[in-house]
């Protein structure tokens, strides 16, 4: 995908993301929870905990599970607390469901991995009950999840830095999705996202990447992308390759804080006024923020005249190539030609 863009800047902020989701990837690595703590320690004998592994270094491994019934009762087993364990992994299973409160009453993890799991379409609302304040990174790639519970679920582990959604069979974001404090990255491509709710990140504070890149979203609601606080960061929403031809007037709502809207390979045809200046204005304000709109067919004529007259805008907007071919950067007002076919 990436060899296929053309702007040096575009890679240089999607290299920069990349590194950043696999240092985040890194950092997750978990060991023993404390010095000399190992609450592997405390899990109860091997026999009681099969079909899943108590492993050294805080780990619990269930990727033999079959059905839900056993992974619940391993959990209800007589575990002493010795601590938050470091990662759970429970990859390619065939369960079908996360029920509520399968860790049971004393076992917390920092880490779950459940990416490939081919039939995990439900997340329950309760499912990581107990993990509120310990979990902070979570791989659910590749599964097939269906439910918008995933987002309330998610939404009440306050420690959570980093999910990993991609890959799964979503079909939107609901209205106020998220609304972890400590979140930095979200990875939802890949899915059939058609769809993004009213403030769905407005409480992200520490967001730096959304990334809803391979979706089928044509439908963004008003305040969508609004970001309800000041950052010192520039967090990127990340949008490549979707259906969207248009935003909604208020899509941002009020303008706070800086950021990063990547609208590549789309259906924009024009950027409109109303929506587009106070956001330019906005980013030229703050000298900071940047919109790409690279492989959409734009069609530059009269609608394009604002940007025309205003060619210092161009300097938080990638190149927008229009239909004779030429940078829009390097047209006169008198050049516009007529998309009124469109
Ligand atoms: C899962 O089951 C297989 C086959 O019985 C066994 O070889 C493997 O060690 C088990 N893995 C875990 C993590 O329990
Ligand atoms: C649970 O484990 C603790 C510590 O190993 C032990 O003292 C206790 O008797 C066990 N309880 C049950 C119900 O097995
Ligand atoms: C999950 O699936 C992906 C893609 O098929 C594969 O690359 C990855 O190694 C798998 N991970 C596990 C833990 O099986
Ligand atoms: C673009 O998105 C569509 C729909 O989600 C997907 O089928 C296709 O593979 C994506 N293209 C690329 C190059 O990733």
Not at 108 to 124: A, C, G, K, P, Q
Not at 132 to 155: D, G
Not at 215 to 243: G, K, Q, R, W, Y
């Amino acid at each position: 995908m990436l060899q296929h863009m053309k702007m040096p800047r575009t890679h240089f902020v999607i290299l920069a993301v990349l590194c950043f989701a696999v240092d985040i990837n890194d950092s997750g690595k978990v060991g023993p929870s404390g010095p000399g703590v190992y609450p592997t320690s405390g899990c109860p004998p091997p026999v009681a905990m099969l079909p899943c592994v108590c492993g050294g270094f805080s780990i619990i491994t269930c990727s033999n599970v079959t059905d839900e019934k056993q992974l619940v009762s391993v959990f209800q087993q007589n575990f002493t607390d010795k601590g938050v364990f470091g990662s759970f992994f429970m990859e390619n299973t065939p369960i079908k469901t996360i029920p509520s409160k399968v860790f049971g009453p004393v076992v917390r993890f920092r880490e779950l991995n459940m990416d490939n799991n081919s039939m995990l379409e439900i997340i329950e609302e309760d499912a990581f009950s107990g993990l509120e304040e310990t979990a902070n990174a979570i791989y659910l790639r590749n599964c097939n999840i269906k439910s918008a519970n995933i987002f309330k679920a998610v939404s009440k582990l306050i420690s959570l830095t980093v999910i990993h959604l991609n890959d799964n069979q979503l079909t939107s974001v609901p209205n106020h999705a998220f609304e972890n404090q400590e979140l930095k990255a979200v990875f939802l491509q890949n899915n059939r996202i058609t769809s993004i709710g009213g403030r769905a990140f407005e409480e992200l504070r520490s967001i730096v990447q959304v990334d809803l890149s391979n979706n089928l979203i044509s439908e963004i609601t008003d305040n969508a992308f609004h970001l309800n606080f000041e950052s010192s960061d520039i967090p990127a929403f990340v949008l490549i390759n979707n259906s969207i031809s248009d935003l909604p007037l208020h899509a941002f709502g009020e303008l706070k804080t800086p950021f990063i809207l990547v609208l590549n390979r789309n259906r924009m045809t024009s950027l409109k006024q109303e929506i587009f200046e106070p956001l330019l204005q906005f980013f030229s304000q703050k000298n900071a923020g940047h919109l790409y709109v690279e492989e959409n067919s734009f069609c530059c004529d009269y609608r394009m005249k604002w940007l025309v007259e205003q060619k210092s805008y161009f300097k938080y907007i990638s190149h927008i190539i229009c239909q004779d071919g030429r940078n829009l950067k390097d047209y006169t007002v008198d050049q516009l030609g007529d998309c009124s076919s469109l």
